[in-house]
T-cell receptor
């Protein structure tokens, strides 16, 4: 399944580093999402973009900065992260993000470790 | 607040049947999703229920009772490859997905 791809798959960074996560969807969808998945916790929605416009920011700290240059690409820029930010970061896409029960399709995630 | 409850972990035997329950309290309801997630992989869509009743899809079935705020995922003829986490998620009145923490299913030979 290559509908939604994410790079890198694994990332180890120090608290002073700056890095970016990349997501690309090949499904022709208009909405893209960033989620944080920590062990034994529900998926936490971070950001939603619909037609390149940010429609949701779920009180995410400013050390996480999303960018959506077009409907197929989504980035998550990381800087001065904390060890508690270590988690699996999942990208997803759907046909649209509001007013419908569109199925979300997920990428394999980036396993992030902050030292 | 909004809440999705599902068991943390379940164990079953290869060839058997297992039922994974999900109960929810949400502000509104626009459907319930089940996803499967193998370790280190993407969650993949299994089913969507918005009306009461049972939906069957091969070895997997999903049931919904809106009046009880309850759903279950039924897996038949279990195979070792069914070892995974199963995520329940409800679409609330704002069409936001509310997620459960997932049920880790362990299949033993």
């Amino acid at each position: 399944e290559t509908g939604v791809t994410q790079t890198p798959r694994h990332l180890v960074m120090g608290m002073t580093n700056k890095k970016s996560l990349k997501c690309e969807q090949h499904l022709g969808h208009n909405a893209m999402y960033w989620y944080k998945q920590s062990a034994k916790k529900p998926l936490e929605l971070m950001f939603v973009y619909n037609f390149k416009e940010q429609t949701e920011n779920n009180s995410v700290p400013s050390r996480f900065s999303p960018e959506c240059p077009n409907s197929s690409h989504l980035f998550l820029h990381l800087h001065t992260l904390q060890p508690e930010d270590s988690a699996l970061y999942l990208c997803a896409s759907s046909q649209d993000s509001g007013g419908g029960a569109d199925t979300q399709y997920f990428g394999p995630g980036t396993r992030l470790t902050v030292l | 607040g909004q809440n999705i409850d599902q068991p943390t972990e379940m164990t079953a035997t290869e060839g058997a049947i297992v039922q994974i329950n999900c109960t929810y309290q949400t502000s509104g309801f626009n459907g319930l999703f089940w996803y499967q997630q193998h370790a280190g992989e993407a969650p993949t869509f299994l089913s969507y229920n918005v009306l009461d009743g049972l939906e069957e899809k091969g070895r997997f079935s999903s049931f919904l009772s809106r009046s009880k705020g309850y759903s279950y995922l039924l897996l038949k003829e279990l195979q070792m490859k069914d070892s995974a986490s199963y995520l329940c998620a409800v679409l609330d009145s704002n069409y936001q997905l509310i997620w459960g923490a997932g049920t880790k299913l362990i299949i033993k030979p």
